[in-house]
């Protein structure tokens, strides 16, 4: 006979992981809210599922309550991320859990928010609902990197993305890259891109390959319209880039990119999450700014995409570095491999 408290725990585990997938299907259009999925269990059923879609509209928590409507009273909700107990832009789900009626609630992980930060828990158990915290915490926040490290450290979830030959050479001696790798790892950088608030680049990259930076892949699941459009910054020390609507470069038509003079990344940095609320970076550039950045100790994520080929010793490298010893060099752990088409993924995570 099984233990009972294993068997509550294995259910809750399966009803949470519906509630992630639940999620998952805000990942690209939520910013710069956080992706959240609930669903709602009677009897072990699912009687209503909902995520959070769009920053303004009902958050995951109403959308899954509306659509198990009576049936919620006495039922179990699972969620993501701990229901807002505030009155922003929509009211506090917290609230609305408490008047439907139902008597416990499964949460993956606190909001971190300040203005969460457990009154969301606290509201539901003054109401007498049984709470319960910590199912798949970790595989809900994997969700939201960016949200969670901003909320926490005022400052964002950083990705760089390099496109590689096997020999680490990301372009020929005279700049050009198109293609090093496929279809299938550059439909994949798409997805970076979408589920960011800011692509940073430089201006040497806007100038030898004049970059769009934009989200338009049609694999997404929802139209790449609904994606909020990453906000673009360039690192112009020398300034020699400047917006205008005349120009050859595409992204110094956009009223809306930002251009940084200045060497400090850490205070761009902080200044993209508590002025513009980008809390997910994804930095395409060369081998200098991809340096500046593994340097000074900024990268949450390495992403490399390696091509099998070979460009040669007088292409251009992947990054600028200068390690004077071993003992200096960067080091990196796998976090995971995949193969796109012909090419290599990996996903790296500084020691």
């Known amino acids: ?34 992706a959240v999925g609930c669903v709602i269990v009677q009897a072990e059923e699912v009687i209503g599922q909902g995520f959070h879609a769009k920053a303004g509209q009902p958050h995951a928590e109403v959308f899954a309550l509306k659509d198990a409507g009576t049936k919620a009273l006495g039922a179990t909700a699972y969620v993501t991320l701990e229901p807002c107990s505030h009155m922003g832009r929509t009211p506090p789900c917290a609230q ?10 499964v949460v993956a992980g606190l909001d971190p928010n300040p203005q969460v930060a457990g009154r969301g828990v606290r509201l539901l158990e003054q109401a007498g609902i049984d709470v319960t915290v910590g199912i798949l915490t970790a595989q809900a926040e994997a969700l939201n990197k960016g949200f969670l490290k901003a909320m926490r450290m005022q400052m964002p979830y950083v990705r760089l993305k390099i496109a590689t030959s096997l020999d680490g050479r990301t372009a020929m001696a005279n700049g050009q890259s198109k293609w090093i790798t496929g279809t299938a790892a550059r439909e994949d950088v798409q997805k970076l891109r979408a589920q960011s608030g800011a692509i940073i680049t430089g201006s040497e990259t806007v100038i030898i390959d004049n970059p769009q930076l934009n989200v338009r892949s049609h694999q997404l699941g929802i139209a790449f319209e609904e994606v909020p459009r990453p906000k673009v910054v360039i690192l112009d020390r020398r300034g020699r880039l400047k917006h205008d609507p005349e120009s050859d470069y595409q992204l110094c038509r956009r009223t809306d990119t930002l251009y940084w003079c200045d060497d400090d990344l850490t205070e761009l940095l902080t200044l993209l999450v508590s002025e513009y609320q980008c809390y997910d ?71």
Do not use: W
Not at 12 to 26: C, N, P, S, T
Not at 96 to 105: H, I, N, Q
Not at 292 to 318: H, K, N, T, W
């Open 1 to 34: 006979m099984s233990n009972p408290d294993h068997s509550q725990d294995a259910k809750d585990r399966y009803f949470m992981m519906l509630a992630i997938e639940q999620a998952k299907l805000g990942l690209y259009s939520t910013r710069p809210n956080p």
């Open 96 to 105: 609305a859990l408490v008047e439907s009626g139902v008597k416990r609630v």
């Open 281 to 351: 970076v994804l930095i395409e550039a060369g081998a200098s700014v991809a340096g500046s950045f593994l340097q000074q100790q900024l990268v949450d994520e390495l992403i490399v995409y390696q091509a099998p080929c070979l460009l040669g010793q007088q292409a251009r490298a992947m990054v600028n570095i200068n390690p004077l010893s071993l003992a200096q060099q960067l080091r990196f752990n796998i976090e995971c491999h995949e193969q796109l088409g012909s090419d290599l993924k990996l996903t790296l995570l500084p020691v």
